[in-house]
């Protein structure tokens, strides 16, 4: 499934949205795994293997990024799906303590597996849009990570 990176950056703030649209393909691959970082840390996010992979992507290395994807993909899924169990024990409400903690937590998954993304547009779209739309952090704070990463 393709993303629509127009129609995603029509849902981040303005500011963030320029910001990203400004970045060269280096600075994105960094925008996008700072961000995921930011995410995971806010979300409390502990997960080894998304760790690791977070870290292969830091480092650049590519076959270890291959190798770590089905197993973030997995762990979003799981994550996802303990959020859905909770939502359920919850009656439907997906204010919850244990929902929103897990939701987020999924969210932050989600935004290692975006920095992953081989396309750098893709890959810092998509995590901006989980760090700010599904961990709910600031969007000044990730336009500040995205200000840092412009070329001058």
Known sequence: MAIDTDATLRLLDKRLATAIRKLNPPARR??????AELAMDRAGLTDGRVRAAHMAAVKGDAARVATYR?????????????????DE???????????????????????????LDADTLVAAVQAAYEATKGVEIDA????????KHTTR
């Open 89 to 115: 024990r919850a009656g439907g409400s997906s204010a919850s303590p244990e929902y929103i903690a897990t939701f987020n937590l999924a969210r932050a998954a989600n935004a290692v597996l975006a920095a």
């Open 140 to 147: 000044d704070d990730v336009r500040a990570i995205a200000d």
């Open 30 to 35: 960094a925008f996008a795994v700072e961000v």
């Open 70 to 86: 089905a197993e973030v993909e997995a762990a979003v899924k799981r994550l996802d799906d303990e959020a859905h169990d909770a």
